[in-house]
C-alpha cells in the first residue's frame, strides 16, 4: 500500500495562475520534505516542515501541514515556466531517527505560456 | 562542487550480466540511501546506511547488493541483472534523519536488454 498520496497525479497550468499539489499520509507524520524534481535530474530539497501548522516559504512557493489531517499542501503563487517539473513528498512515518523517509509518486507540473 | 556523485550516468545492461552502481558524497553525511524510480511510482528504498559498516534492506531489496566500508562511498550492486531492474537509480545522504533534507546525486539510468 502507499503510505503517502499525492494528488493531482498531474497538472498544466497557464503562465501565472496559482496552485496546489497536496500530500496525505496514511500514518502519523513526524516530519514532511517537498522536493523537487527537474525532467531527468536529481531531486532537490525544497523545504521541510515537523509540527502541525507550521507555514514555510521559499520564494513563490509555499508548504504548510495539517497535521489533524495528516497532509501538507504546496501553494505556488503566480508560477512561471521555471516552476516545472515533478514535485515529491517525503515523509518521517516512524519517528525512529534512523528509518529512511518514504514517498509519494509525485505530481507532474507543467506551466504553459 | 560538494555534494553526492553517481557513476555511471546512464547503462545498458544485458540480463544476466552484473554491475556496480557508484555513488560518493564528500559531506561527511552518516546516512547514505539508494532509491529506485520507476515512472509514476515514486521512490522505493532499496538499501540504505546509517553509518561505515551498517546496511540495512529497504523495502525493494532484492536483486541488489551494498556495502560500506567507509563514510564517503556506497556502491550498488546488481549481480544478474533482470528487465525489471530497468529503472532510474538514485543515491542520496543525510548527516543525521531530522531537520535535514537528503541530498540527491543525479541518478544512473540503467536499461536491462
Known amino acids: 500500500s502507499q503510505e503517502l498520496e499525492q494528488s493531482p497525479q498531474s497538472l498544466i497550468v497557464q503562465e501565472g495562475k496559482n496552485l496546489t499539489i497536496n500530500c496525505t499520509s496514511s500514518?502519523?507524520?513526524?516530519?514532511l520534505y517537498w522536493y523537487k524534481q527537474k525532467y531527468g535530474e536529481g531531486l532537490i530539497f525544497l523545504m521541510m516542515l515537523q509540527k502541525g501548522g507550521e507555514e514555510k516559504s521559499h520564494e513563490k512557493i509555499t508548504a504548510k501541514l495539517d497535521e489533524k489531517k495528516q497532509q501538507s499542501s504546496l501553494h505556488i503563487t503566480a508560477s512561471q515556466p521555471s516552476h516545472a517539473g515533478i514535485y515529491l513528498c517525503g515523509a518521517d512515518i516512524w519517528n525512529s531517527g534512523n528509518t529512511p523517509l518514504v514517498f509519494g509518486k509525485g505530481t507532474r507540473l507543467s506551466v504553459i505560456a | 562542487n560538494a555534494g553526492v556523485t553517481q557513476t555511471p550516468k546512464f547503462r545498458i545492461l544485458k540480463i544476466g550480466q552484473s554491475m556496480t552502481l557508484q555513488c560518493a558524497q564528500d559531506?561527511?553525511?552518516?546516512?547514505m540511501y539508494w532509491y529506485r524510480q520507476d515512472p509514476g511510482m515514486g521512490l522505493k528504498l532499496i538499501y540504505y546506511s546509517v553509518g561505515a559498516g551498517i546496511t540495512d534492506k529497504g523495502e525493494v531489496p532484492n536483486g541488489y547488493n551494498v556495502s560500506r566500508s567507509t563514510t564517503e562511498d556506497f556502491p550498488l550492486r546488481l549481480e544478474l541483472a533482470a528487465p525489471s531492474q530497468t529503472s532510474v537509480y538514485f543515491c542520496a545522504s543525510s548527516p543525521f534523519q531530522g531537520d535535514y533534507g537528503y541530498t540527491f546525486g543525479s541518478g544512473t539510468r540503467l536499461t536491462v536488454v
Open positions: 559531506m561527511n553525511h552518516n546516512y
Open positions: 500514518k502519523t507524520l513526524y516530519g
